[in-house]
């Protein structure tokens, strides 16, 4: 077995962003801006915000914190989506998920101009994606892809069983992967808590990606020997094995799977990593103009 190291991949590719963006900066160009608005005090929230402002710094990007009380009306975060659609300063932003009860999700992801959409959320990023046309792709999912990339898996004709549909990852990861691209070219059998059999599909699967949301829930027994296995879960678990009294899982019961399968994300260290990474990506196309033109 193989381990797939995002946080390896993570660092080389931050470093070749780095250099990017250094040359722009000799070129008198401005440095990518990348902004995020965040809603309320949840501290899964704010760590993910700071982790994408450091990142940021590391690469020599700007990046910028539109911080709002979680009673912040609807009407009055439009207004903040309007303001930095409209701000040449900034090239992309994000508004952090999830949102409170009294706002509605859909409505802010939609005011978002797509061309500054470099979470791929806004409906004509994911059209476009599903066209194969250029397009933001949701940080998650082009995680995957490129990890799957930089390690050379094939993935043409295998086939492929997505656990998992949500629109940030189960979803997109499954239509990249059918697209016809490389990497993609797959057969894609996308299952969600409703699949019959689902233990029967996934023993089939030549690349299992699993975005579940329960931890450990892929066990040895779904998986076929010599699989690939892409673990999307994170997990928080109490331990006695650790000092802070907790450790992080994913959604694939590592230690029995790793035995079994031909390559395998750990959890932490696997997706996680190439989540950020991705979204600084996004935010360096969307400076360059290279998807929108
Ligand atoms: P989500 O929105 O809760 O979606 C979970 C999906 O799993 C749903 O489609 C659900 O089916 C399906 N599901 C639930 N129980 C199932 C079961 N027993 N059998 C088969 N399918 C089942 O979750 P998400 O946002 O996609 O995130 C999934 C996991 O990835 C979470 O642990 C999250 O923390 C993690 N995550 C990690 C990263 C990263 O950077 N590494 C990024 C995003 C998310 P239904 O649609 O029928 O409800």
Do not use: W
């Not at 994913?250 to 399968?261: H, Y």
Request: contains cysteine.
């Amino acid at each position: 077995m193989k381990l797939i190291d995002g946080r390896k991949t993570a660092e080389l590719i931050k470093e070749e962003i780095k250099k990017e963006i250094a040359g722009m900066i000799d070129k008198n160009d401005k440095s990518p801006h990348l902004a995020a608005v965040l809603v309320g005090d949840d501290p899964a929230s704010q760590t993910y915000v700071s982790g994408k402002e450091k990142a940021c710094k590391k690469v020599g990007m700007m990046s910028s914190v539109y911080k709002h009380p979680a009673n912040i009306s609807e009407k009055e975060l439009l207004e903040v989506v309007d303001f930095l659609n409209g701000d040449p300063e900034i090239d992309g932003f994000i508004v952090q998920l999830p949102l409170p009860d009294h706002i509605n999700e859909q409505k802010v992801i939609e005011a978002i101009d797509p061309r500054k959409d470099v979470d791929g959320f806004h409906p004509v990023n994911l059209g476009r994606m599903i066209t194969g046309m250029p397009a933001y792709i949701p940080a998650t999912p082009l995680g995957i892809m490129t990890l799957l990339e930089r390690y050379e898996i094939e993935t043409e004709g295998k086939n492929c069983v997505v656990i998992g549909r949500s629109n940030i990852v189960g979803t997109p990861v499954g239509i990249l992967m059918s697209r016809k691209s490389d990497p993609g070219n797959a057969t894609v059998t996308l299952c969600h808590s409703k699949t019959e059999n689902l233990k029967d599909i996934a023993a089939q699967a030549d690349i299992i990606i699993a975005a579940i949301g329960k931890a450990g829930s892929v066990t040895a027994d779904m998986v076929k020997k010599d699989a690939v296995v892409i673990d999307v879960g994170i997990h928080r678990i109490k331990s006695n094995q650790t000092k802070t009294g907790y450790k992080l899982v994913g959604d694939v019961d590592f230690d029995r799977v790793s035995k079994k399968c031909s390559y395998i994300t750990p959890v932490p260290g696997g997706v996680g990593p190439m989540t950020i990474i991705s979204l600084l990506t996004n935010t360096l196309k969307a400076s360059k103009k290279e998807i929108y033109g």
